[in-house]
């Protein structure tokens, strides 16, 4: 019976053998090879165990880490604005009446329901300075916004990232809220604690596991952006280099420059990034006083 | 702590009410709730809640609109509202453009998706099951695999992925595509947590003893009991399927095998080509490839908040 048991599991762990773990296995060992042009260039290349020479050479990859930084100081501005906004909405819709949040929640969830490609495409044109409107507009106010410009590119993504996301979060930080007894609330009122009261020092608090697991979710997409980027890339070339992202520079050493092995040592250097980063934010949260 | 002239109503736990049923407005005395505010803060809420509405609309409406606008208009008009409807043209320039490989790039999205989806549903549904409702040795291991996955970024694999592809003659097939989408770590997790709620071990032990096989068992009972799981799993799969696009940029190459959401990608770079201005045709293009996933989101909401309060749980 157990085997037969086991035997429910064989499809899906042969898939994840070959699918998954064979590509991880072949990411570390490529890292440590090297392909070489022979002698004059021309010809076949030859492979080389060069060792940890490709990590070296990463480590050292001034525009790879300087795209690194660039995420990263988007990620820590971007994420806890998002999740700020996510709670509000969520405490806002906890505060209006049951029959209120159901139809707001809907609508909120529009964004949520709209591809990932297409809310980038509606935002690239909402920004153009041809068929936008939002130009138009500032020019309302006296501003001259140029979406694509450096200084504002990062801003047009984040506000592009925090439309497609904050419905979503909101959603998983509502859901937390409503599992939350009622009569807590009714003794805090009694106590004397006032409604913003009561968000701060018990709603708040009470979510925190799912703005935990929100926040690890946001640190692990927006370390490891791409497609907006990408687009962006057709609009503005100058602004969105082609190794403006990590993962954009990995693209590019693979895909235009055909070093796939260097490509698969910045892979891991990324993956590692990445991990402890957020290993790092879960420590940090779960450290901190509970409520 | 009592307001007469509460107008808010109270809130029920979720599931005592049946919907439609509405609360007194008017009540003496104020009965456990959540939302009793003054007039000033519940004005504050909605306003807050309208304001967000129109943000997250807003881009939408934009969509709609600019969808039904000729070319001409889309640069010199008001992008909020309507002029003159010019929808059916745009559709037929769609539609027509290049013999039609809009419609191809939709069929290939869809073939890719359900085939895929409803390849890995049964592959992870049977994991799951199998690791939610017996014991074997390695069992520990195999879950420690999966929630180990759940920490690779995706960007690891994909380089390497190619290159394995290559040598498995994959590249720039459907099959790229579809077998490799079987199998989802995530939907695993989702199909093991479900089963540990929806299958009383008790039915499995009475089906044995009725002198059921265990292939029988599953087939007959745990897949039928773990069908609004299964579904969950088949609608946030075919969602990702849909939405993907790292994947489909790196290993398709020719473009009558391309997903919508590469079709449109590459629209966008070209811009402008002799005869058509791409513009509109990625506008229209885009608003044709959300109509499957507003359906399918919308006839199963019920599924995907499921998903994500199973999602959650974590």
């Not at chain 2, 939302?35 to 004005?43: I, N």
Request: include cysteine.
């Amino acid at each position: 019976m157990a085997l037969k048991g086991a035997s429910f599991t064989v499809p899906f762990f042969l898939g994840f053998a070959l699918f998954t773990v064979t590509p991880m296995v072949m990411a570390l060992k490529q890292s440590l090879y090297k392909a070489q042009s022979s002698g004059l260039g021309f010809g076949g290349k030859t492979i080389q165990f060069v060792g940890l020479d490709n990590f070296v050479q990463g480590l050292q990859d001034i525009r790879f880490w300087s795209a690194m930084g660039r995420v990263a100081l988007f990620a820590a501005i971007a994420i806890p604005l998002i999740q700020l906004a996510s709670v509000g909405l969520a405490l806002l819709l906890d505060a209006a009446s049951q029959r209120l949040a159901d139809r707001f929640r809907l609508l909120l969830l529009v964004p949520f329901m709209i591809p990932g490609i297409v809310a980038i495409l509606i935002w690239i044109y909402l920004y153009s300075p041809v068929v936008g409107p939002l130009t138009p507009f500032f020019r309302l106010f006296g501003i001259e916004a140029d979406f694509y410009s450096g200084s504002m590119i990062w801003i047009s993504i984040g506000n592009l990232m925090a439309w497609s996301s904050i419905g979503f979060n909101m959603l998983i930080v509502y859901a937390a809220l409503r599992a939350v007894p009622p009569e807590i609330y009714d003794s805090a009122r009694i106590d004397g604690a006032s409604e913003w009261r009561i968000a701060w020092s018990i709603k708040v608090p009470l979510v925190r596991r799912s703005l935990v697991l929100t926040s690890v979710l946001s640190i692990i997409g927006t370390l490891q952006i791409f497609s907006d980027p990408m687009l962006f890339r057709s609009m503005t070339p100058e602004t969105v280099t082609r190794d403006f992202t990590p993962i954009m520079a990995i693209y590019d050493w693979a895909f235009s420059q055909g070093e796939f092995n260097y490509a698969a040592a910045l892979s891991i250097i990324l993956a590692l990034v990445v991990g402890t980063a957020s290993a790092l934010f879960y420590r940090l949260t779960n450290k901190a006083p509970t409520s | 702590m009592t307001t007469i002239l509460d107008t808010t109503t109270g809130q029920p736990a979720t599931g005592t009410t049946p919907p439609g049923v509405r609360r007194p407005r008017i009540r003496l005395r104020a009965e456990p709730g959540r939302s009793r505010h003054s007039t000033r803060t519940k004005a504050l809420v909605i306003s807050g809640l309208v304001l967000f509405t129109v943000y997250s609309l807003a881009p939408v409406w934009w969509l709609i609109v600019a969808a039904t606008k000729s070319r001409g208009e889309l640069y010199t008009s008001n992008g909020l509202w309507f002029t003159d409807i010019n929808l059916w043209n745009n559709l037929k320039d769609l539609f027509t453009y290049q013999d039609g490989i809009f419609l191809r790039w939709m069929g290939n999205t869809l073939f890719y998706g359900v085939v895929g989806t409803a390849g890995m549903t049964l592959v992870c549904v049977a994991c799951g099951y199998g690791l939610a409702m017996y014991e074997f040795r390695g069992r520990g291991f195999l879950m420690g695999c999966i929630i180990g996955s759940f920490l690779v970024p995706g960007a690891l694999l994909t380089i390497p992925s190619f290159l394995l592809f290559t040598d498995l003659g994959m590249v720039d097939t459907a099959t790229a595509m579809i077998v490799p989408s079987f199998f989802n770590a995530f939907s695993v997790y989702l199909a093991k947590v479900y089963a540990e709620g929806a299958i009383p071990p008790e039915l499995l032990e009475a089906a044995r003893i009725d002198g059921a096989g265990e292939y029988r068992i599953f087939f007959q009972i745990g897949a039928r009991l773990m069908s609004t799981g299964a579904a969950t799993i088949f609608l946030l799969g075919f969602v990702g399927m849909w939405n993907s696009f790292f994947g489909p940029l790196v290993f398709l190459r020719s473009s009558e095998k391309w997903t919508v959401m590469l079709g449109l990608y590459s629209w966008l770079k070209v811009k402008t080509d002799s005869s058509v201005d791409l513009v509109s045709l990625v506008v229209v293009g885009s608003i044709i490839s959300l109509i499957p996933m507003v359906i399918l989101m919308l006839s199963m909401q019920r599924y995907w908040r499921t998903g994500v309060t199973l999602g959650s749980l974590k």
